[in-house]
């Protein structure tokens, strides 16, 4: 997995966000499919996570953030 110079994160992206109600969006705009994690190369989001992101509750909303804050941490070599 490829990291990003800077991490996408819940805290960056009420920044990007203001006071905007709700739990933020992670997208970045750069839409593109890792085919080796099955996740977004700029968001961490799986296809079903995208595509169900606008109807999902906010606790819901932050499991995912949790989820993709975790698959950005570098993988330990067994």
């Known amino acids: 997995m490829t ?23 992670p997208c970045i705009s750069v839409c593109e499919m890792d085919e080796s994690t099955k996740s977004c190369k700029g968001c961490f ?8 992101w606008s109807r999902m509750a906010d606790a819901d909303k932050l499991a995912v953030w949790q989820q993709i804050e975790a698959r950005q941490l570098p993988v330990a070599a067994p």
């Open 45 to 52: 989001r799986t296809l079903a996570e995208i595509s169900q």
């Open 3 to 25: 990291l990003r110079s800077t991490p996408v994160t819940l805290q960056a992206a009420r920044r990007r966000t203001g006071l905007a109600p709700g739990v933020p969006s």
